[in-house]
């Protein structure tokens, strides 16, 4: 289990003065070079899932994979829910696995974006996750950027206690057309003024000038993808012309060219050669299981798979839980015969779960006056 707290990693990455590279995940071949990278140099590394990318491709499906990569991984890994829209998204990335969210209403005036993040940090923060927001506009291409100011800033970190604040000094989405303009004086003030972990977004072509005098400048987070994914993109489509040999002779040396793309990135961010100072300063991230086990005389099958069926609808809807596996013994004899694991997303979500409607109501209703041998714990997964 390599996951870490990521306001540790990132808050390491700041006090020391580099950044740690976040990549969004889009299949399973940039898993794997991502992975391969930050362990060939040593590097803490943030897998994100991008709520946008929902119109591409199942996200639930590869936040599977993901999630299974980081607990088999060397280095410190964190996972991020990247571009979310607001609540819902948040609450949907965290029963995914993330354990840091963005929530970004940029693109909306300074007061919704204020409310947005604000409901997100509330309830993430039950949750013992932390929240990064944007502030200004870092545009797609083809819209208008709009600048971070100092002021703004500082209200906006003290009215939403966001925790990390993505930018916005002259860069884009994707592809820059033209020089990008940085505005590093900005950066410094606001820097200067917030004192918290600040955040890159559109940081393909950036040069590596550009790159190591912006993190010095309080930038502890790169999302980096444009970048990546336009080389494995070129690639396919010399791959394509080449010959026709069937879909897999396609991804020829894509992982490998991903590979050498984000290395080199990880070389200039300064987060290559940490990861054992990040394991080392760092706390785990550890998921958690309640745990519920009790009988209930005279409930046939049925009315069980019924009540299994109403207690999984109601848990899965609270912040925090991610799964509800129930159990019935194989041996009749042994008492009790239902256990219950309710899969939290860490052991901080036990208290908001216990005191959510939702979960109170189930219990009432099921579990208060019927169930006989009741026993409940809660379990931190081993790091
Ligand atoms: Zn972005």
Not at 292 to 310: H, S
């Amino acid at each position: 289990m390599a996951l870490v707290k990521m306001q540790d990693m990132l808050h390491h990455a700041y006090n020391n003065k580099y950044a740690v590279g976040s990549f969004d995940i889009v299949n399973l071949d940039q898993l794997q070079s991502i992975m391969n990278a930050a362990e060939a140099c040593r590097a803490p590394v943030i897998l994100g899932l991008s709520e946008p990318h929902t119109d591409y491709f199942d996200l639930a499906l590869l936040a599977n994979a993901v999630e299974a990569a980081s607990r088999r991984s060397e280095v410190p890994v964190a996972i991020h829910y990247d571009h979310g829209s607001g609540i819902e998204g948040a609450v949907r990335g965290i029963n995914y696995g993330c354990n840091g969210v963005m929530v970004d209403a940029s693109h909306r005036s300074l007061e919704e974006n204020i409310t947005i993040t604000k409901e997100v940090v509330a309830m993430a923060h039950t949750c013992g996750i932390p929240v990064e927001a944007e502030l200004g506009y870092v545009p797609d291409s083809g819209d208008e950027l709009v600048f971070t100011t100092v002021d703004e800033a500082r209200g906006f970190v003290r009215l939403t206690g966001v925790d990390f604040l993505a930018v916005s000094i002259g860069t884009v989405h994707g592809r820059f057309s033209g020089k990008p303009q940085l505005d590093y004086p900005r950066l410094r003030h606001i820097n200067e003024a917030l004192q918290i972990p600040l955040v890159l977004h559109g940081s393909s072509g950036l040069n590596e000038d550009q790159l190591r005098r912006l993190i010095a400048n309080g930038i502890a987070k790169v999302n980096a993808f444009t970048s990546i994914t336009d080389r494995a993109a070129k690639l396919l489509r010399k791959n394509a012309r080449a010959k026709d040999e069937g879909y897999l002779k396609l991804f020829t040396d894509v992982r490998a060219e991903m590979e050498e793309e984000a290395t080199r990135l990880m070389r200039i961010w300064g987060c290559a050669g940490r990861a054992a100072e990040v394991f080392e300063q760092c706390d785990p991230w550890q998921p958690a299981i309640y745990e519920i086990r009790f009988n209930l005389p005279g409930t046939d099958a049925e009315e069980m798979a019924l009540i299994t069926r109403r207690g999984q609808q109601a848990l899965i809807q609270i912040p925090g839980v991610r799964a509800i596996k129930a159990g019935e013994s194989i041996n009749s004899n042994t008492a009790p015969r239902y256990c219950w694991q309710i899969q939290l997303a860490c052991a901080e979500v036990v208290e908001p779960l216990k005191q959510h409607p939702a979960f109170i109501n189930f219990t009432r209703r099921y579990l208060n006056d019927d169930a006989t041998d009741r026993t409940m714990a809660v379990y931190k997964e081993q790091a």
